[in-house]
């Protein structure tokens, strides 16, 4: 059975010193037709059944960047692999789109917007080698891909970064005013995007640069204002005073998800922005309010003695027996004076502290709650920079955390403090500052999110939108399900500004949203209102909402664009899992209000990057790893002198500065090797990516390094072969036989291996398994290609020799076009050298113009090659192998080449006897291998026979004559006795008290590791001895 593809021929043609590939068309044929030579039979001239223009793109010469035809060098290197493809690829166009929108099939997504807080990280590339896999595959499959690139201007993260540099050249914003500020901001913009684009190219990524956009481009903001003023007519976004998430060190409120919960045991030191030392928490104050109608007293419990001043009622448990008489009754403000009520809420905590707690609604959300309930006063007592306001009369003026303290002085003088102790708690902290969250009373932006919440949830229940990993799903609808209405006004002077105006009249004002001054006066007017003045809100609206449209205003919303019509809804979402609240569930919300339609059809959350120590990549912890460093390489005094900057600009704090260059001296003692961006996206596609975290693992980045150069030096052996089979231009008449039967067994066996390949890697790709497609590339290139089907044809001569250089040059073509997903440098170098090496020869091809538009193998192509019965027989003789080899390396023979029998009842393996010896003697190394059904065997002085069990088979190996047994004992001892000697030491230190107060975990941890390896070791020595003595 054949399957039709279609195939790109191109003739090549030598011009001077450069190569030019001339396109002339695009063919339809038969899957095993791969070559076309002129003398050879039919199978190899089969006639074209339909002409296509290339991709409908004009059919110019394309000049190609680098001189392929040039020799290869010895070893594979990087940095001449990648060099140049990357300017060619988009000079020529070869990421757009190559059809008319209407007339094919497409995949659109966009690339998270990454910050212009800084340069991107490892979890940015593990990002983009997971999208330009998907990207990449979709293409050669046919579809015009879209993929949307763009940046972020992360409002509360990108204020809070430049004020950093502000202030080590002693300089504030409020010195330089808000337009200076901002313009300082736009500096640091171009700057940052710079790079962020530089990253990415040097990463491959395969983006429409065309469609590049930032946040605060004038489209965008458009549609921010837009959006906005849609949802505020329709009563969606509303204005109040309501108790949010405050950030004195930014001055702006913040959202519930943007706060970190720092659990403590008990009491511990953290450093709040502000103070000079560290503030201690961890503990919980009891102290007594005095009744007003009797000498009585209650105790009452709090972890937050600073906000006694705010307190305006007593609350119990209404089943507390314990309070039950107090109910209804009042206790007297300690400093104010002004009687409290005591209340009952089925909120308070009976088992917290006394069970009775003091209600601080104005800077407390469940004291808030229980004041909305009971309709109690709010008071508030700290201004937007934490400092006590004129309610805190002689206390005013105080930092909120040395009013603490005045507070527990206080209550000590006046006999009213019971005692401290130590408490479990947790500490809400700034995710962007740091600081400690101060809730505040300030009037803000909300958006009704109850309705959108449910949609999104029904989206997801009815199927119409798919998250992978499904078990995302409980999350999703747990998170909507408890959803509250969302904060969206923050008190910066970077982002969108509110597009909303406030009409004050003599008695009252009111707002009105517009997307410029004039319309809403314009507005004002056609509502016949009164106002005497006129002000836009001086907020900014909170990041997410202008990231919560970019799916759709990317693609030109609120204008009806082509690209709207056509490219939105996108095909995929895929990103981290952390944000999937912060920005999946916002986009999914948002695009059902604003435009009736799902913003994509399925999401894809990847897990976590994380360091040596399981730490999630984090700035502010220097533990970030720049994905150039690891692509070109890095010096340990570079990455030193990365974090020495981001000390001196404010970035880091000493403390995090000194644990972030201890950790690179142990990681990277020696720096950090050039990998090359195909090492590191095939690695990061290695993992589990649907897992929640992921352990980045530099060993693995140096054994797909290798695996490079694996791929590489079958390339070069490849072109070797073929300079021997085809020594010159001419026609020949050695070819790939129809019928598969009646080609060699090897040959049979990798054509199979092919076939296995291609559908695993496809049905991997299309369950984003991207660790299960990477593992068949390894799986079929390393370990079936090159370790064994390579070693078996290199004794080949003559016709047999000249089949399989068709075979190996067929294997490598398909392997680098399923390769170019995640390899795409080398798999273009590769793809174009060998086209041009086969062209060179008088072998004509099929070949695109670059791999990353050549048709991608699909399942079942090479289908005429399937053969399981094969392959179980050749795993067989490749497992017996394995045992022949390690024999050979237990006794010291690796240069040897003993002779071997296999004694094996299966038919199908001595039918073909022959074959399977000479296989076996080849890879095995071995001087001959005798196949049979049975045998008795007896050792002697000739024969000394070393024997080994395979499944139901057993292999023999005779080394007499080939082990001096007494001189092979004594060396086994001898090192034995080093490596306990060696073990003793280490556990000697390891067990000492000094080491383990001292000693890091990960150095435990790495010396455990060792100390296991030794003892492993050991217990080999120990068991080989005993061979040697029963021989």
């Not at 089943?319 to 089925?346: F, N, Q």
């Not at 406030?502 to 004002?524: C, K, P, S, Y």
């Not at 056609?526 to 909402?545: G, R």
């Amino acid at each position: 059975m054949f399957l039709r593809i279609f195939i790109i021929f191109t003739c090549v043609k030598k011009h001077g010193n450069s190569e030019k590939a001339c396109c002339y068309c695009e063919f339809q044929f038969s899957s095993t037709l791969f070559f076309k030579t002129t003398g050879l039979p039919k199978m190899w001239k089969r006639a074209p059944k339909q002409l296509f223009p290339l991709s409908y793109r004009s059919c110019a010469t394309i000049n190609l960047p680098k001189n392929v035809n040039s020799d290869m060098p010895k070893a594979y290197s990087p940095a001449l692999v990648e060099g140049k493809w990357y300017e060619w690829w988009e000079s020529n166009s070869f990421f757009k789109q190559h059809r008319p929108l209407s007339s094919s099939e497409k995949f659109s997504m966009v690339l998270p917007p990454p910050n212009i807080t800084g340069s991107l990280h490892i979890g940015h590339a593990l990002t983009c080698a997971i999208q330009d896999s998907l990207v990449c595959w979709n293409r050669m499959n046919g579809k015009d891909t879209y993929w949307f690139p763009g940046c972020d201007h992360a409002g509360i993260a990108t204020q809070a970064i430049v004020e950093k540099n502000l202030k080590s050249q002693n300089l504030t914003r409020e010195q330089l005013g808000r337009d200076k500020f901002v313009e300082e901001i736009w500096k640091w913009k171009h700057e940052k995007q710079d790079i962020i684009y530089q990253q990415l190219k040097g990463l491959g990524s395969t983006l429409n640069w065309d469609k590049a956009v930032f946040t605060m481009d004038p489209k965008l903001c458009y549609a921010v204002n837009e959006a906005f003023i849609r949802l505020h007519q329709k009563g969606k976004i509303y204005r109040k005073e309501s108790l949010v998430n405050w950030s004195c060190q930014l001055r702006s409120a913040i959202s519930d998800i943007e706060v970190d919960h720092q659990s403590i045991d008990g009491p511990q030191g953290i450093s709040v922005p502000g103070y000079d030392k560290p503030v201690t928490f961890g503990y919980i104050y009891k102290f007594d309010y005095k009744l007003s109608d009797s000498d009585e007293r209650i105790a009452v419990s709090t972890t937050r003695p600073e906000t006694i001043l705010g307190d305006m009622a007593i609350a119990v448990n209404p089943e507390d027996v314990r309070y039950s008489k107090y109910i209804g009754r009042s206790v007297v403000h300690p400093i104010r004076h002004d009687k409290l009520p005591i209340i009952a809420d089925s909120m308070v905590d009976q088992e917290f502290g006394t069970g009775a707690v003091k209600v601080t609604p104005a800077h407390d959300q469940k004291d808030y709650e229980i004041a909305v309930r009971h309709g109690i006063e709010m008071l508030s007592i700290f201004d937007n920079q934490g400092i006590a306001n004129k309610n805190c009369s002689e206390f005013s003026g105080l930092p909120r955390f040395e009013l603490r303290e005045k507070m527990i002085q206080f209550l000590r003088d006046n006999n009213l403090l019971n005692s401290i102790l130590p408490h479990q708690m947790s500490v809400p902290r700034c995710s962007r500052s740091g600081d400690v969250i101060e809730p505040l009373l300030r009037p803000q932006w909300f958006v009704d999110t109850q309705e959108m919440a449910q949609r999104a949830m029904e989206a997801v229940k009815s199927g119409n939108l798919k998250i992978h990993p499904p078990h995302f799903e409980n999350v999703w609808f747990e998170w909507l399900g408890n959803i509250r209405d969302w904060c969206i006004s923050r008190q910066l002077w970077w982002g969108h500004r509110v597009p909303a105006y406030r009409f004050a009249g003599e008695n009252d004002a009111t707002w009105i949203a517009a997307h410029n001054f004039q319309q809403a006066v314009e507005l004002a007017k056609h509502q016949n209102l009164p106002f005497s003045t006129v002000s836009q809100d001086e907020d900014v609206l909170d990041t997410w909402f202008s990231s919560s449209l970019f799916p759709f205003s990317v693609c030109g919303w609120p204008e009806q664009t082509i690209d709207l019509k056509n490219l939105f809804p996108l095909n995929l979402m895929e990103t981290g899992h952390d944000i999937l609240f912060f920005w999946v569930a916002r986009m999914v919300m948002m695009s059902l209000e604003l435009t009736g339609e799902l913003p994509f059809k399925e999401v894809l959350l990847h897990g976590i990057i994380c360091d040596s120590q399981g730490r999630k990549m984090s700035k502010s912890l220097g533990n970030v790893i720049d994905p150039l460093d690891i692509v070109y390489g890095s010096s340990l005094k570079c990455l030193e002198d990365q974090l020495e900057s981001s000390l001196k600009k404010g970035h880091l704090s000493s403390k995090e500065f000194e644990k972030a260059m201890a950790e690179k001296r142990v990681t990277f003692p020696d720096g950090i090797p050039q990998t090359g961006s195909d090492a590191l996206r095939f690695t990061l596609c290695s993992y589990n990516v649907k897992s929640h975290f992921i352990n980045l693992d530099m060993a693995t980045l140096k054994k797909n390094r290798l695996f490079c150069n694996k791929i590489w030096q079958a390339t070069r052996f490849l072109f070797q072969l073929l300079d021997e089979t085809f020594p010159q231009k001419s026609s020949n008449d050695i070819y790939l036989r129809k019928d598969p039967n009646h080609s060699s067994l090897m040959n049979q066996w990798i054509m199979n291996g092919l076939d296995k390949m291609v559908s695993q890697v496809n049905s991997a790709l299309s369950r984003y398994d991207f660790h299960h497609a990477t593992d068949a590339l390894y799986t079929f290139l390393y370990g079936s290609l090159c370790d064994v089907y390579l070693e078996a044809i290199k004794p080949l001569t003559g016709v047999d020799k000249q089949e399989s250089a068709h075979v190996l040059a067929i294997c490598l073509d398909v392997a680098l076009r399923c390769l170019a997903p995640f390899m795409p440098f080398l798999s273009e170098e590769l793809y174009q050298r060998l086209h041009k090496k086969l062209a060179d020869h008088g072998i004509q091809s099929p070949r695109s113009m670059s791999i990353l538009i050549a048709k991608y193998p699909v399942k079942d192509e090479f289908a005429i090659w399937k053969n399981a019965e094969l392959e179980q027989n050749v795993d067989l003789i490749l497992r017996v192998v394995t045992e022949l080899r390690n024999v050979k390396v237990e006794y010291g023979l690796a240069k040897s080449k003993p002779e071997a029998i296999l004694i094996c009842s299966s038919e199908n393996i001595l039918s073909k006897s022959d074959q399977y010896s000479k296989l076996m003697a080849t890879i095995g190394g071995l001087e001959s291998v005798t196949i049979c059904e049975e045998r008795r065997l007896q050792n002697s002085k000739e024969k000394v026979w070393v024997s080994r069990t395979v499944d139901s088979c057993s292999v023999h190996v005779n080394i007499a004559g080939m082990v001096d047994l007494r001189a092979e004992l004594k060396k086994n001892q001898d090192k034995m006795r080093k490596l306990i000697d060696k073990l003793a030491r280490m556990e000697a230190n390891m067990n000492s008290s000094s080491y383990q107060l001292s000693a890091p975990s990960h150095v435990q941890e790495i010396h455990r590791q060792k100390a296991d390896s030794l003892r492993n070791e050991i217990n080999s020595l120990k068991l080989y001895a005993q061979k040697l003595d029963e021989l």
